[in-house]
């Protein structure tokens, strides 16, 4: 089997970039894939912090590792979303002849490459089929018991050959001429039951959005088309209402399960699936009958703000502050109830890490995490602030660097520490002072949570973290190509944490779910040079 070309269409969301990257390269195919990353430029007059993200897209972009190849295209000028898909898709599937195309905004499962892979194999010359997709949010597993055709393209994580993107028409007014005259409106609209299409696509005729997603999905129906899903979804969106351009009001699923097991891919005749026409529609008329994001926005801006913050106190699912006017189930981070949270998100870093620790590892305050990450010969040290030195342990201060070793360590494990230490910069050089080159610092650092009374108390509580903030200090010590950041949790783990539940009281399921906004434990791993 070869493997078709990854693209990836990026602008200026460095944290879902980020994780879309790595969860792609997670994928055991993705070191036999060539990806091509296209970023997208600034628009006039962008202001500092857009032109700050969009450096921090493009830096990561240069940085990712795990595939066969790295295309970066950089657009001088902003494009637009949809302009840049068409030209990006069009570009490599005429010199490839097929493609697989990923938003920046997705979590990925590890069997994505392998199922889109087999599926273009599989029906490369099926005239019939447009499209492979991987984002099946709307057939849930236990409804559905196998993979199915449908006439919907996925536009968030899906594959093409030339031969169905040559049929892509960029005009919408023919498409919609198109579509009248060969009878097949009715198909567009869910056979009459949902008109979100036909809004959205009379929206781009007008020129009210621009949308290369509804223009695909008309050329698809148009051309009797269809696309070819997985039973269980190999994909989860988290960037709707994350700094999306176009999609800010309707979340599809940003907590779906996705497969944890290979889907294999059955050949079976290309014939919509009735059942999955008939779950969608369903899906459809609950989330999307007048949700359309960009008329919606429109309309919602022109409302007197008292009647819009009415509106959403009046469509919150029967949540209120209430449910939370009680006082936290424990002041202890949830330690006399089981697991605290935040140690769930630092075992889960430290667990995709553990195949570096090994050889001289130091640790701050004790040597558990070493001991039960630890791999091959390990050298275990402690690094304690006070008390006496003896055998594994030393006394010393990361921002004291001659109280720390010098280019010795392999390994420098330190959670949890840097909220503590008012001088960050210098605990950071001290990390880096520590390790011989090539060593690898493994961290992380608190950013939703409580204050630590036990810590404040002593020696202080200082502060909390973003992504990019930390990213930014580790780069002036260890430079910004040789750093990762990776963030965990949601508003959901932020909430239980707040209020004192231990993990084990908690949805892994929720818990697992990353909501980039709320960052409740943010991990870092660090090269030395």
């Not at 202001?47 to 590792?65: F, Y």
């Not at 039973?231 to 944890?260: P, Y």
């Not at 080159?437 to 020696?459: E, F, K, M, N, Y």
Request: glycine share 8%.
């Amino acid at each position: 089997m070869s493997t078709a070309p990854v693209i990836v269409f990026a602008y200026k969301r460095p944290a879902l970039l980020r994780e879309a990257l790595r969860t792609l390269a997670s994928n055991d195919l993705a070191a036999e894939s060539d990806l091509h990353i296209f970023c997208d430029g600034p628009k006039p007059g962008a202001p500092p912090a857009d032109l700050i993200a969009i450096h921090e897209v493009r830096a990561l972009a240069h940085g990712a590792q795990g595939f066969r190849s790295v295309t970066v295209i950089e657009a001088p000028v902003n494009k637009g979303l949809a302009r840049s898909v068409i030209d990006g898709v069009t570009l490599i599937t005429t010199a490839h002849g097929r493609a697989i195309i990923v938003e920046d905004d997705v979590v990925l499962s590890p069997h994505f490459l392998r199922f889109m892979n087999e599926a273009l194999d599989a029906y490369a010359d099926d005239e019939r089929v447009f499209g492979i997709g991987a984002w099946n949010y709307f057939a849930p597993e236990e409804r559905i018991q196998r993979n199915f055709f449908l006439r919907y393209p996925d536009s968030q994580a899906w594959a093409t050959w030339k031969r169905a993107w040559d049929r892509f028409e960029p005009d919408g007014k023919a498409l919609l001429e198109r579509l009248e005259k060969s009878g097949k409106l009715k198909a567009f609209v869910g056979d009459g039951s949902v008109g979100l299409y036909s809004e959205m696509l009379h929206a781009q005729i007008a020129g009210h959005i621009d949308s290369w997603a509804i223009r695909w999905t008309a050329s698809c129906i148009a051309a009797g088309g269809l696309c070819y899903y997985p039973r269980a979804s190999l994909v989860r969106n988290m960037g709707i209402g994350q700094g999306g351009t176009h999609e800010t009001g309707v979340d599809h699923n940003s907590a779906l399960r996705i497969a944890s097991a290979p889907v294999p891919v059955e050949r079976i005749d290309a014939v919509e699936s009735q059942e999955a026409l008939a779950l969608w529609a369903q899906y459809a008329q609950a989330h999307f009958i007048g949700r359309n994001p960009s008329l919606k926005t429109r309309i919602w801006r022109k409302l007197p703000p008292g009647l819009r913050q009415w509106w959403a106190r009046s469509n919150s699912s029967g949540a209120s502050p209430a449910q939370l006017a009680f006082e936290p189930v424990s002041r202890a981070f949830g330690f006399d109830r089981g697991q605290p949270i935040d140690r769930y998100y630092i075992e889960g870093f430290l667990s995709s890490k553990k195949e570096c620790i090994t050889g001289h590892v130091m640790e701050i305050g004790e040597d558990r995490y070493t001991r039960r990450f630890g791999s091959g010969a390990v050298q275990s040290e402690v690094l304690l602030f006070e008390g006496a030195a003896t055998a594994g342990q030393r006394i010393g201060d990361l921002t004291r660097h001659d109280s720390l070793p010098h280019d010795e360590v392999d390994v420098f494990i330190c959670t949890q520490t840097l909220n503590f230490i008012f001088d960050v910069r210098a605990a950071i050089e001290g990390l880096h002072r520590s390790l011989r080159p090539g060593g690898t610092a493994l961290v992380t650092v608190a950013g939703l949570c409580q204050i630590s009374r036990h810590d404040a108390d002593r020696w202080g509580d200082f502060w909390r973290f973003t992504p990019q903030g930390i990213e930014r200090l580790f780069a002036e010590a260890f430079g910004a190509e040789r750093i990762t950041v990776r963030a965990f949790g949601n508003s959901y783990a932020a909430a239980c944490l707040l209020k004192g539940f231990a993990a084990e009281e908690c949805d892994a399921q929720q818990l697992d779910a990353l909501d980039p906004d709320y960052p409740v434990v943010i991990g870092i791993s660090a090269i030395k040079a």
